[in-house]
T-cell receptor, first 117, second 111 residues
Framework: NAGVTQTPKFRVLKTGQSMTLLCAQD?????MYWYRQDPGMGLRLIHY???????AKGEVPDGYNVSRLKKQNFLLGLESAAPSQTSVYFC????????????????FGAGTRLSVL | QKEVEQDPGPLSVPEGAIVSLNCTYS??????FMWYRQYSRKGPELLMY????GNKEDGRFTAQVDKSSKYISLFIRDSQPSDSATYLC???????????FGSGTRLSIRP
């Protein structure tokens, strides 16, 4: 049981390049999330999904797009990378079959370190 | 004002000390409280969770919630160098629809 897996682990981009970050979970979770973590800023929600085929904006969505074509995968895209998008990106998922409020406990991947030059 | 405030630290204590980590919050609708631990260059992992007020103990860790003061704490007894990490508090409102994370406190345990 791998939990939440993120690829790639590291990436360096030049300004204006595009890339896609992949998140995969094997816990049959309904909800998936993308966060960015910057020093002193904590975790900030970029986009999230409450089920296959759905996406919604979070706190800092500008410059990012997402897709949830399959329940187990959640993709984060940067169409034209900017230095301000240099960050560590975390994917998380929630809604275990145990139910109750604990279904909203989020489980995180190991992160993707992205540098935009 | 942020909904959840957490002192970023860093906090450095000697091995064996009792550690107290805290968060304050402003939204009285928060009912569910969690602590995550994040090791360097890793993702956050759930450490403990509690509902409403009171204490919850798990080994060397105790989570405490004081809803009247809008204040939560995580105590670590007999701290070990392996406890060195960033600790994030997190909260859910009563409808369990929105999770808010604190910015994290960096903790270092000196051998």
């Amino acid at each position: 049981n791998a939990g939440v897996t993120q690829t790639p682990k590291f990436r360096v981009l030049k300004t204006g390049q595009s890339m896609t970050l992949l998140c995969a979970q094997d816990m049959n979770h309904e909800y998936m999330y993308w966060y960015r973590q910057d020093p002193g800023m904590g975790l900030r929600l970029i986009h999230y999904s409450v089920g296959e085929g759905t996406t919604a904006k979070g706190e800092v969505p500008d410059g990012y797009n997402v897709s949830r074509l399959k329940k187990q995968n959640f993709l984060l895209g940067l169409e034209s990378a900017a230095p301000s998008q240099t960050s560590v990106y975390f994917c998380a998922s929630s809604y275990a079959l145990a139910g109750g409020w604990t279904k909203n406990i989020q489980y995180f991947g190991a992160g993707t370190r992205l540098s935009v030059l | 004002q942020k909904e959840v405030e957490q002192d970023p630290g860093p906090l450095s204590v000697p091995e064996g000390a009792i550690v107290s980590l805290n968060c304050t919050y402003s939204n009285s609708a928060f009912q569910y409280f969690m602590w995550y631990r994040q090791y360097s260059r890793k993702g956050p992992e759930l450490l403990m969770y509690t509902y409403s007020s009171g204490n919850k103990e798990d080994g060397r860790f105790t989570a405490q919630v004081d809803k009247s003061s809008k204040y939560i704490s995580l105590f670590i007894r007999d701290s070990q160098p392996s406890d060195s990490a960033t600790y994030l508090c997190a909260m859910l409102d009563s409808s369990a629809s929105k999770i808010i994370f604190g910015s994290g406190t960096r903790l270092s345990i000196r051998p």
